[in-house]
């Protein structure tokens, strides 16, 4: 038991904990509709398109977080750009901008005299410098997320099965998937910080997608993905403390981890379920009596 409770009678380690409850939460909700709706790319993309607005923060001395929604701003309005300028799909576009703002990161960030370490900080986050005013801004920006999550649950469901079924029901998708969109940014937001920008994608996607494979609704899914992530978090601090690795990669490497060890239990009770069925079927063939015609 100590082994568990060590770590986190360290400050650091506590902000760092409530910080990543805090990003584990947040990205759950969000991650269930992405997850839902095959948006996995674009929240990858997504993702790596904030890093020009954080490393324009730290070059020019201005807060990271106002970076990262201008940056999201650009992202969206230049996917939007590309694909209502042209005929190519969506997913160009999202390629084009997902290398075109993370690279373009990676240039401003370098005209940082400390360009390795902000460099680093971007993109693998630093969750044991996580303060407490950090954490109050994270959790004003879990709750907007959580209410909307509320407010639109009815149309975000619509949306996710049939986007024609969500019209005729006079809900409105384009502005739904919009809000979404919102929605993923200030995920991402109120999250980098505790797992850095690469890092937070493993939140945003591992927990959702191992619940989907144990439960049925949705609800359930969101409920499940936050407690996988919540878990994901503290496991990932207290294996990072005693194995003395980086503790945002550990926290947003275990629910990738969780997500195969669950598939391969699937797989593993469906085969034994399987063999199981064929040594049924073949005891009831062997036990089964067989008819003899009896000659008039």
Request: include cysteine; aromatic fraction near 6%.
């Amino acid at each position: 038991m100590d082994w568990l409770i060590e770590p986190f009678l360290l400050g650091f380690q506590q902000r760092a904990l409530v910080g990543g409850l805090i990003a584990a939460a947040l990205c759950a909700v969000v991650g269930t509709w992405l997850v839902l709706r095959g948006m996995s790319f674009f929240g990858d993309a997504f993702v790596h398109g904030v890093m020009p607005g954080i490393a324009l923060s730290v070059v020019l001395g201005f807060d990271a977080h106002l970076g990262a929604a201008l940056a999201a701003l650009v992202m969206l309005a230049g996917i939007s750009l590309v694909h209502r300028a042209t005929t190519l799909k969506e997913d160009t576009a999202i390629g084009l901008l997902f290398v075109g703002m993370m690279a373009l990161g990676v240039v401003i960030i370098s005209l940082s005299d400390s360009y390795t370490g902000s460099l680093t900080a971007i993109l693998f986050g630093d969750a044991l410098g996580v303060t407490w005013e950090g954490i109050v801004r994270q959790g004003v920006i879990a709750a907007l997320v959580l209410v909307l999550a509320l407010v639109l649950y009815r149309p975000l469901m619509a949306l996710s099965f049939s986007p024609a079924k969500a019209r005729s029901l006079g809900m409105r998708p384009r502005l739904t998937h919009a809000l979404l969109l919102v929605m993923i940014g200030a995920a991402v937001i109120g999250s980098f910080q505790a797992v850095g920008t690469v890092l937070v994608f493993g939140l945003l996607v591992g927990p959702p997608a191992t619940a989907a494979l144990l439960t049925r609704t949705v609800p359930q899914m969101m409920a499940l993905a936050v407690l996988l992530g919540a878990a994901g978090v503290t496991i990932g601090l207290v294996l990072s403390y005693h194995l003395g690795t980086a503790a945002s990669a550990t926290m947003a490497l275990v629910p990738i981890a969780m997500f195969f060890v669950v598939l391969a239990g699937r797989a593993g009770l469906r085969a034994l379920r399987s063999r199981r069925v064929r040594a049924d079927r073949r005891r009831a063939v062997v036990e089964t009596p067989t008819r003899r015609s009896v000659s008039p």
